[in-house]
């Protein structure tokens, strides 16, 4: 079966930094379309970054832009979010997902049910 099971959460200061990763199993990694999108508590989820498939490009939702790198290895069949200089408003639990096409990330994004697979969330906390 399927698994996307999220890692590298925890606790840091405003100003840190922290590197999650997104252990896939059960899927063709490469043809997939990989992203992260986080949720606080009283809000709805949001998306934060994509991982084009095929090598074609990353993208960015306006508030993680230039803080944050979204990669792959595809040999470890591994998704990666470097997040730098954190702020309290980054606080949320990160999930990881993946969809067979792309655009899902630019169209219905906002539709948890639009996306192939889902992992179980890692707590990031950022504290001021």
């Known amino acids: 079966q399927v698994q996307l099971v999220e890692s590298g959460g925890g606790l840091v200061q405003v100003g840190g930094s922290l590197r999650l990763s997104c252990a896939a199993s059960?899927?063709?990694?490469?043809?997939?379309?990989m992203g992260w999108f986080r949720q606080a508590p009283g809000k709805e989820r949001e998306y934060v970054a994509v991982?084009?498939?095929?090598?074609?490009?990353?993208g960015y939702a306006d508030s993680v832009k230039g803080r944050f790198t979204i990669s792959r290895d595809v040999a470890k069949n591994t998704l990666y979010l470097k997040m730098n200089s954190l702020k309290p408003e980054d606080t949320a639990v990160y999930y990881c997902n993946a969809d067979k096409s792309s655009s899902t990330y630019y169209i219905n994004r906002n539709n948890y049910d639009s996306f192939d697979y889902w992992g179980q969330g890692t707590q990031v906390t950022v504290s001021s």
């Open positions: 991982s084009l498939k095929g090598g074609a490009g990353e």
């Open positions: 059960g899927l063709d990694f490469s043809t997939y379309a």
